[in-house]
């Protein structure tokens, strides 16, 4: 499958693994995020800035992203600063509660603002349309941590949260991505958390792993089957629009303008991520 922006998957890279650094370039995401935040411990993140500093030196087959420090922390201007410098895709922001926060730093790359607080997530409509604004990643683990749930199989006491940032990217443009999924070993489960995030709307899921990356490229893309339903549908609509009816119906069901607009929205994405020979 050929890469897909905005992505289907985006994976997440420790700054301190340049090992995995480089196997990252290879695994087929649709980006990288090169993190120093989450996954790099305080003694490690001067070390972690210099080998993403060499990571971005050379081109990536992909766009790249750095998920720097967090406004407040004492690492933050270091790591915006690296980013920039080195010609990044865009900035992920950790913990964004405010679109103040956005505006204030006047970036001039693209901003990947993670909703991860119970504030965050109050404020997504704002934040989603603050100048700059890519789109919104959902972050899971801290986000359970501050609402003190409980872990479940449906992420039940999450869903209002996940709903809400779809809802926020949606209503500014703006892409809305899925949270990681921590067990690493469970396929089963995570083909069945993203057929769940591609159900509330998102448009793609934050991964860890390389085996992630293709479930989370297969899930969020279009398979050939739903390429051809889609063209099927499409066909029938434009025959019926062509005998002057304002609504058509296919495989029994009704078909108005904007499934014909979601049919297209689905060979267009077929069309940008299918295998080219
Ligand atoms: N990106 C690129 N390569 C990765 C990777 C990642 N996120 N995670 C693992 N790999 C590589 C390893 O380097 C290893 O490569 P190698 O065989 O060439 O050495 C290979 O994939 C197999 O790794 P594996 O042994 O299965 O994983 P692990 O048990 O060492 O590590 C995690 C598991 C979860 C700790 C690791 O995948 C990881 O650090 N993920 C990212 C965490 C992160 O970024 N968190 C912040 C956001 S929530
Ligand atoms: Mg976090």
Redesign the pocket.
């Known amino acids: 499958m050929t890469a897909s922006f905005p992505p289907r998957s985006m ?4 700054g301190d ?1 340049p ?3 480089d ?2 370039r290879t ?1 087929g995401a649709d980006a990288v ?1 090169l ?1 120093l ?3 790099v411990a305080p003694e490690h993140k001067a070390a972690a800035r210099e080998n993403v500093r060499e990571a971005l030196r050379t081109p990536w087959p992909c766009p790249v992203l750095v ?1 720097v420090n967090g406004t407040g922390t004492p690492w933050e201007h270091e790591d915006r600063e690296m980013a920039l410098l080195a010609g990044v895709h865009g900035l992920v922001l950790p913990k964004v509660e405010d679109a103040g926060t956005v505006r204030d730093l006047h970036l001039r790359v693209p901003l990947w603002a993670m909703i991860e607080t119970p504030a965050g997530v109050l404020n997504a409509a704002a934040i989603a349309a603050a100048p700059g604004v890519a789109g919104l990643l959902v ?1 899971a ?1 801290d986000l359970a941590r501050a609402l003190r749930c409980r872990p479940h199989p449906e992420r039940l006491p999450l869903l209002h949260a996940l709903e809400s940032v779809v809802l926020a990217a949606r209503a500014h443009g703006k892409h809305p991505v899925d949270a ?1 999924f921590n067990d ?1 070993r469970d396929a089963a489960g995570f083909a069945r958390e993203c057929v769940q995030g591609r159900t509330l709307g998102f448009g793609g899921k ?6 992630q990356v293709p479930a989370a490229n297969e899930a969020f893309g279009v398979s050939d089957e739903e390429a051809q339903a889609a063209r099927d549908l499409l066909a029938a609509w434009t025959a019926a629009r062509a005998e002057g009816k304002s609504v058509a119906t296919f495989a029994g069901a009704l078909v108005e303008q904007m499934h014909a607009d979601e049919a297209q929205d689905i060979v267009n994405l077929w069309e940008a991520t299918r295998p080219r020979a």
């Open positions: 994976l997440y890279v420790p693994k090992r995995a650094m196997k990252a695994l995020i993190d935040e989450d996954a998920r972050g683990n990681v690493v934050t991964v860890i792993h390389p085996a």
